[in-house]
Structure formats: structure tokens, C-alpha cells
């Protein structure tokens, strides 16, 4: 899949994003890069994807990150259920209420689920390479 300029929202796998891709390439702890990556987004969305929003869905409960919540990024920790879970519904609303939706995972498992609703999904590193 070919990266668009296009307003949508970025369902974005935030443990899955920084364990399979940053965490491999920083010496950072999760907490720090989460809080950078959550930055990064929010500069990506008021600089170069005009219109376009973020949900970054993580994994477990809530910890410290910094802000949860800026302009263009909002922050979620899936408490009593996977974040797999809490992605598969947030994407799936979201594309019933007629919004342009993409995944970002590199788990081919999520992947697959969310192909199967219909919707697009792009592998963390494309994303970040495409945008950085």
C-alpha cells in the first residue's frame, strides 16, 4: 500500500509500532518513546497530514506517557480487553460512520482481521519511513 495524503484516521498498533520497529532502533525506554511517538504524530498531523487524525491504541493499562491527548493524536490504553480487540471495534466503527480508515500494524494476524472488514492496512515501517 502506497502512503496517502488523504485526510483519514490512523488506527496505529502502539506497542506493536514501537516494539517491532523503534524499540529495536533506540536505546529509549517504551514509556519515552511513546511519549515521542505520540509528538511525531501530532507534528505529522498539523504539518503534513493536514486533516488526518491519530489513535494510538496501546496495550494494558495506563501509564505515564506524557499528554494522551493533543490536536491530532489521541492516546488509549485497552484496559479489560487486547488492544487487538480495542482496534478491531474502534476500526470497524469508525468505517460504519463512513470514515476513511487505516490500520497501522505489523502483525500479520491484526492485519489479516482488519482486510477482512474491508479496510486498509499499512505495516509500521512503511508508515514511519513514508512520513520521516
Excluded at 460504519?96 to 500494524?105: M, P
Aim: net charge negative; hydrophobic share 40%; proline share 2%.
Amino acid at each position: 500500500m502506497r502512503a496517502s495524503k488523504k485526510p483519514a484516521t490512523y488506527i496505529i498498533d502502539g506497542l506493536n509500532f514501537i516494539r517491532s520497529f523503534l524499540l529495536t532502533a533506540h536505546s529509549a525506554d517504551e514509556e519515552t518513546l511513546t511519549a515521542d511517538l505520540i509528538a511525531w504524530l501530532d507534528e505529522l498531523g498539523q504539518n503534513r497530514l493536514n486533516g488526518s487524525d491519530f489513535r494510538l491504541i496501546l496495550d494494558g493499562g495506563y501509564r505515564p506517557v506524557g499528554k494522551t491527548r493533543t490536536a491530532c493524536v489521541s492516546a488509549q490504553f485497552a484496559e479489560g480487553c487486547t488492544a487487538d480487540e480495542l482496534i478491531i471495534e474502534t476500526a470497524a466503527y469508525l468505517h460504519a460512520n463512513n470514515c476513511r480508515v487505516i490500520v497501522v500494524t505489523s502483525d500479520l494476524e491484526l492485519g489479516a482481521k482488519i482486510r477482512d472488514l474491508g479496510l486498509k492496512v499499512m505495516h509500521c515501517a512503511k508508515f514511519f519511513n513514508s512520513f520521516y
